[in-house]
């Protein structure tokens, strides 16, 4: 197959087309048939190498971790999860809102206006980040805080406890998902 992959950290330059082995997947994994994939802010931390400290990569590396798409192969002690299962993917880090932090910087550096979640306590640092827009979380639920709003990238960071999110499920795992539904606010 072909892919975009990098051999070492850097900047967009370290980024090449080429063959790639076809994915098997090993004790544990699914291999996805992609139909559709996101570039969310935190590739680039994690390609420039800013984030080696919360997520390592092995070299070469295919960026991108949200996407959409339906399962082809399944391995040895997966349970729950068939070939041809639609699926939704995001990228499952979050390390005490570090990554979050580099996220809108990133972003608001590539031009965006940033939207972040948060509680009271992290408003200012994510105010001194570059977020334009804080949603305090603990005080509206995400869905409805956000409704009737337009995002052209929306980025879902795992938490570090057994919280659940709105739809009931643990944020930044792999949910079975209705291949026509929607993943966040229209955009």
Known sequence: MKAVRYHSHGGSDVLVYEDADRPVAGPGQVVVKVAGAAFNPADAGIRGGYLQQVFPVAFPHIPGYDLSGVITEVGQGVSGWSAGDAVVAFVPIGVDGAVGGYAVQLARQAGATVTATGDPRSAGRL?????????????????????????????????????????????????????????????
Request: charged share 25%; proline share 8%.
């Open 127 to 187: 105010r001194s980040y570059g977020a334009d827009r804080i949603i305090d979380h603990t005080a509206t639920p995400l869905l409805q805080a956000a409704a009737g709003q337009r995002f052209d990238v929306v980025l879902s960071l795992a938490r570090r406890h057994n919280e659940t999110d709105s739809t009931g499920g643990h944020p930044g795992e792999h949910q079975r998902r209705d291949p026509s539904a929607r993943t966040g606010p229209p955009g």
